[in-house]
């Protein structure tokens, strides 16, 4: 977390504002109302958090992440800027 616009919309406020088709995406049953990390939160945590559940949990060939450039600085070890992208192995190195 590092500012107020780090802050993101309560799932009940993001769900209706989305269009339709992407309302019917997998996932949003697991996404908890407060979603985004608050300051009181470990970045490094929930960074490794995230890492060994993409390692561990998910099995798709390829698969997409989006996110903000300081959370993938921690993740990968470099900052991606507005619509950077980077193709990684399965290990995220």
């Not at 009940?12 to 996404?31: F, K, N, Q, V, Y």
């Not at 992440?65 to 193709?87: K, S, T």
């Amino acid at each position: 977390w590092g500012a107020p616009c780090d802050e993101g919309r309560p799932k009940s406020e993001l769900l209706p504002a989305l269009p339709a088709e992407m309302r019917g995406w997998e996932g949003w049953d697991a996404l908890p109302e407060k979603w985004w990390p608050g300051p009181e939160e470990d970045a490094w945590e929930r960074a490794e958090a995230f890492a060994e559940t993409v390692r561990k949990q998910r099995s798709e060939e390829r698969i997409a992440f989006v996110g903000h450039g300081g959370f993938w600085e921690i993740v990968l070890g470099r900052y991606l800027d507005n619509c950077g992208h980077v193709c990684c192995e399965r290990s995220l190195n």
